[in-house]
């Protein structure tokens, strides 16, 4: 049988050292992943005029050069944000204004009742050069109805867009 040597070893480890090493790099990587996104929120009063004919139109504007907006969320509401506005419906839009009204393809959310609030994850979105609006029609429509649209939206560079989406 062979005699058994043994070796005593001491050594320390610094975990400490290491954790903050690894929290700092954790840190840098969100910073370099991070997009970068403005909130905002657009606010639109509109009165109906008189003989006003469906659909009447709110319109809420549209994103600048090289940034797309992803809407989040829509209410509309008529003198306050209690009182139903009987038999007029709203509808969201975003795209191409014309002289003709609405254009249909550019429908991205129906069926809005006034007061009504509606959220959405993705799937409303503006791009440049389009208007985000909000188109009121039914037999409820009369002259001197106030109406009040407002909606939140993400600002999202278009360079960033792949990114935001996925």
């Known amino acids: ?3 058994r040597m043994g070796i005593e070893l001491h050594a320390e480890l610094d975990l400490g050292a290491k954790i903050g090493d690894l929290q700092q790099s954790v840190d840098q990587l ?3 992943i991070a997009l970068p996104v403005n909130v905002r929120t657009l606010v639109q009063q ?7 004919s ?8 549209g994103p ?6 992803d809407v989040r969320s829509v209410v509309l509401v008529g003198a306050d944000d209690h009182t ?4 007029v419906t709203g ?22 009742t006034v007061p009504s609030a509606q959220t959405f994850n993705a799937q409303v979105v503006a791009q ?7 188109a009121l029609s039914g037999s409820g429509l009369s002259a001197g109805q106030s109406y009040l649209v407002t909606a939140v939206v993400i600002e999202v560079q278009v360079e960033d867009a792949p990114r935001y989406f996925s």
């Not at 469906?54 to 504007?61: C, E, S, V, Y």
């Not at 600048?64 to 907006?69: E, H, N, Q, T, Y």
């Open 91 to 112: 509808a969201v839009y975003a795209g191409q204004l014309n002289a003709q009204g609405v254009v249909l393809p550019d429908l991205r959310w129906p069926g809005l």
């Open 128 to 134: 440049t050069n389009q208007q985000l609006y909000v």
């Open 64 to 69: 600048s050069v090289a940034v797309i907006w």
């Open 84 to 87: 139903a506005v009987a038999n």
């Open 1 to 3: 049988m062979l005699p």
């Open 54 to 61: 469906a659909p009447f139109l709110i319109k809420l504007g």
């Open 46 to 52: 509109a009165t109906t005029p008189t003989g006003v």
């Open 30 to 32: 969100r910073k370099a």
